[in-house]
């Protein structure tokens, strides 16, 4: 026999002592080895459980109500900037026409000059205050273009300082020079607000085209948290229409 035994013949209270907790633990154990004992729940985890089921449908349904108005308000922003872009379109479109006309009578001015420039010009004795007088005559004539809009501001400082003005021509000669540069400046702004123009044609069709989008996800959206919502009992439906709006800034 080995110690144990010995022990166990010798005083057998430790083997009944064995045998009783042996016999305490066996139900525990039966508990723990059922599947079924796995997979029932306990009252508070039931409870629990039917809870989450019962306020899930709620919460989808507050989920989806949030979402269709967010969207909503981002169409509404998206409306606005599109009925913006449409106002800039239509004023730039203005702008083109005025440049347009404008472009056309100074070229209009520049053709009577060169046919009259074609008869030659008067015969002068050039001294120094014919000279000085075909400067002042030149500075007043740029200067009369500038205020109606047919040269920009910088030509005045250019006509003073002798830069890219002659002042020595003869005053027929400088009015067809005149002519030409205002000519050549308003067709310039013209085809600018032109290219204005055509940008504007693009942002302003591009922010129709993603306010149309942001409609239609708004309707689907408000679509489907209504059929979420319809399924809820009434006590729900009244905590879903309840519910906290999302914070709303206005459009820039």
């Known amino acids: 026999m080995n110690l144990v035994s010995e022990m166990l013949l010798a005083s057998p209270a430790p083997a009944v002592i064995w045998a009783i907790l042996m016999l305490l633990t066996f139900p525990a154990l039966l508990l723990l ?145 005149v002519a030409r540069a205002a000519a050549a400046h308003l067709r310039e702004r013209y085809e600018q607000a032109l290219a204005a123009q055509q940008t504007a044609w693009h942002d302003a069709d591009l922010a129709r085209r993603n306010a149309d989008t942001l409609h239609r996800e708004a309707l689907l959206a408000a679509e489907q948290a209504a059929q979420l919502i319809h399924r809820l009992p009434a006590a729900q439906k009244a905590q879903v229409r309840t519910s906290p709006r999302p914070v709303v800034t206005a459009a820039a």
């Open 33 to 177: 080895s059922s599947p079924d004992g796995e997979s029932r729940p306990g009252p508070v985890g039931g409870r629990r459980r039917d809870r989450d089921q019962f306020e899930r449908p709620r919460d989808e349904a507050t989920r989806a109500a949030r979402y269709a108005e967010e969207v909503y308000v981002a169409a509404e922003r998206a409306r606005l900037g599109a009925q913006r872009w449409q106002q800039v379109r239509d004023e730039l479109e203005l702008g083109v026409e005025e440049a347009w006309r404008a472009w056309l009578d100074a070229d209009t001015r520049l053709r009577v000059g060169l046919t009259a420039a074609a008869w030659g010009r008067p015969w002068s004795v050039r001294t120094c205050e014919e000279y000085a007088a075909r400067e002042r005559f030149l500075h007043r004539t740029v200067a009369a273009a500038v205020s109606r809009g047919e040269l920009p501001a910088a030509a005045i400082a250019d006509a003073v300082a002798g830069r890219d003005w002659d002042a020595r021509l003869h005053p027929v000669e400088q009015e067809l020079v």
